[in-house]
């Protein structure tokens, strides 16, 4: 069984005192840490879902690696719409590929996983580019069945939310047009961006999205742009192997 912590949101700012619309993201990503320690069993690989920190800059990934090193277990991550391809390349979590792009396989436990990057600058929605599409459909194609998993920021489905699903994927349609012809080998699309939990299934395939480790966005139909629920922040725990997929939600109280 393959243990990952998917964690996402984080929003840290360059202040560990500054707050975010209220909430108080160091202590809260301190919080996550302490019940990451004390998982049972203990996750195997750690993947951010993107949106790590807000502005980043030299040396900022460097110190977030350094806060969940002593989980003492590989990460990567992925590029968010607040995230910095440049900045995140200087002091990457993993070892990436030469000019990277922000999109990458690896491999890890007997899985594949994929890596993809929907970031546009300067915008919230995000999009996978014709040669991002294309080079996903060839990593695909050599994959067995059952082994792979995808995790990137914005969601290919929609949340229900009006405001969220406006900043969403783009190019849905274009993803699924792809991933459905590889449905047997795909086990689950894991996402981020929404600050909530959902769980669907989209031609088959699993979908999940974590809570932000941060602050969670309301999940009313009719909410209004960055409203905010009481839930906790939280993370996502995947299980899985040869037959069994879980996702379970994990959230802690954050003491302040």
């Not at 996903?136 to 489905?157: A, Q, R, T, W, Y």
């Not at 190019?171 to 086990?187: D, G, L, P, T, Y």
Request: hydrophobic letters at 35%; glycine letters at 8%.
């Amino acid at each position: 069984m393959l243990r990952i912590v998917h964690a996402a949101d984080l929003h840290l700012p360059k202040n560990r005192n500054e707050d975010l619309h209220g909430f108080k993201p160091y202590p809260s990503v301190k919080k996550g840490i302490e019940y990451l320690k004390r998982l049972t069993p203990g996750c195997d690989l750690i993947i951010f879902g993107g949106d790590i920190i807000r502005n980043p800059g030299n040396g900022d990934y460097r110190e977030v690696f350094s806060l969940f090193q002593e989980i003492n277990v590989p990460m990567h991550a992925v590029m968010g719409n607040h995230d910095d391809l440049q900045a995140y390349s200087d002091d990457p979590f993993s070892e990436i590929p030469q000019n990277f792009q922000g999109y990458y396989r690896f491999q890890f436990h007997g899985f594949s996983c994929i890596i993809l990057n929907t970031k546009v600058p300067g915008e919230e929605s995000g999009f996978l580019g014709s040669d991002q599409v294309f080079w996903m459909e060839n990593e695909l194609g050599d994959i067995p069945e059952g082994k792979c998993l995808i995790f990137m920021h914005h969601p290919p489905v929609p949340c229900g939310v009006p405001w969220l699903d406006k900043i969403s994927l783009q190019n849905k349609e274009e993803f699924w047009s792809r991933a459905v012809r590889f449905r047997n080998k795909i086990r689950g699309v894991f996402v981020s961006h929404i600050h909530m939990q959902m769980t669907s299934l989209y031609h088959g395939i699993p979908v999940a999205s974590c809570p932000s480790m941060c602050c969670q966005f309301s999940s009313a139909g009719d909410a209004y742009r960055a409203a905010f629920s009481s839930e906790q922040p939280g993370f996502n725990v995947i299980d899985v192997d040869e037959i069994n997929l879980r996702i379970c939600t994990c959230r802690y109280e954050t003491g302040y």
